[in-house]
């Protein structure tokens, strides 16, 4: 019931800048002056009006209203249909962009399964190929081995000896 109070003063806002309380009363069906100044205390604050009250001269001096219907002209259609057509360009746009990014992501995965198919081509055949190589080795060294019989080599013995000993273990006395 208040809002329909607060079209009521907007309605006669729009009509005039200087409504008479005595109006305000009969349009808005109030009894007291008091409830009167409540509500347009209550409309200004919520922003709905912007004026003054002037209780000398009995009547509400508006300097501000806000519209109480939209009404559509012409160059307001006109500005949101060209606002229409541009989202609708933009989002053809948008979904053109995501083919896009679709097809070059999956592109991209076909690339990557190719080369990991490849590495694992070439990985096995360098192991066929390090696998031959280390046979072909093997019997060449055995080949070599059986051709020519190891010499006997000198052992050579590792002693330590005592600290400070000059690497003679027993000392001669000079007695």
């Not at 259609?77 to 989002?91: A, M």
């Amino acid at each position: 019931m208040k809002k329909l109070k607060h079209l009521t003063i907007v309605s006669l806002a729009n009509k005039s800048k200087c409504i008479p309380y005595a109006v305000l009363l009969r349009e808005l069906e109030l009894s007291s002056l008091r409830a009167l100044e409540d509500l347009i205390i209550e409309v200004i604050y919520a922003d709905v009006v912007r004026g003054k009250l002037d209780q000398k001269n009995q009547r509400l001096e508006i300097d501000y209203n806000i519209g109480r219907d939209i009404q559509l002209e012409p160059a307001i259609v006109g500005v949101l249909q060209e606002w229409c057509d541009n989202c609708e360009l933009t989002l053809a746009n948008i979904e053109e962009q995501v083919k896009k990014a679709n097809a070059q992501r999956d592109h991209y995965t076909k690339v990557k399964l190719q080369m990991e198919v490849d590495v694992s081509t070439i990985k096995k055949t360098l192991k066929a190929q390090v696998q031959e190589y280390d046979d072909t080795m093997t019997v060449d060294s055995v080949q070599q081995v059986i051709a020519q019989p190891e010499k006997p080599s000198k052992k050579t013995s590792k002693t330590k000896g005592l600290r400070g000993s000059g690497g003679k273990f027993w000392s001669k006395s000079s007695s």
